[in-house]
């Protein structure tokens, strides 16, 4: 018989790098999970990823053990990579003061590395949507847009 979900906890943990300390500490044992355990999975699972953060859904159930999902970075984090900026850094004004740039073919390889977390069934709308990730940080997009490249008949 499938076990019984008690909650789900969302969480931001840098990958290789998850410790009992703020914010995981709290999050997981308020709720009565092993936190070592968790811990020690996650950095196993997220070796090749160390220092990325990542975002990671937890299923606790109701007999207090766990599931975990890991998701991909972020596009911001990915954006801000590709851009060269440090992250957290974007403009506070974006529709007037413009802090980077980031070229069609940088947006279109974090939308393919994306589709898998993205709400859209095509590569197209996954790179609009980062696009408009990157405009909403203040980060142009160089060069020609790759909806653009389609054969017109």
């Given at each position: 018989m499938a076990k019984e979900v008690d909650v789900y906890i969302k969480l931001q943990v840098k990958g290789g790098q998850a410790n009992p300390a703020p914010p995981i500490g709290p999050a997981l044992g308020s709720k009565g999970v092993n936190i070592m355990e968790f811990c020690k999975r996650f950095n196993a699972q997220t070796q090749e990823q160390i220092g990325k953060i990542l975002p990671v859904i937890i299923q606790v159930y109701k007999d207090k053990t766990f599931d975990f999902i890991i998701k991909t970075p972020p596009a911001a984090i990915q954006l801000f990579?590709?851009?060269?900026?440090?992250?957290?850094?974007?403009s506070p004004e974006p529709n007037r003061k413009k802090?980077?740039?980031?070229?069609?073919d940088q947006?279109?390889?974090?939308?393919?590395?994306?589709?898998p977390d993205l709400n859209c069934f095509t590569v197209d709308s996954a790179v609009k949507m980062?696009?408009?990730?990157?405009?909403?940080?203040?980060?142009?997009?160089?060069?020609e847009p790759p909806m653009s490249r389609k054969k017109r008949g």
């Open positions: 990579e590709a851009s060269k900026l440090a992250p957290g850094k974007g802090v980077g740039s980031v070229t069609w947006v279109r390889a974090i939308a393919e590395a994306k589709m980062i696009a408009g990730t990157a405009r909403s940080m203040g980060l142009t997009i160089t060069g």
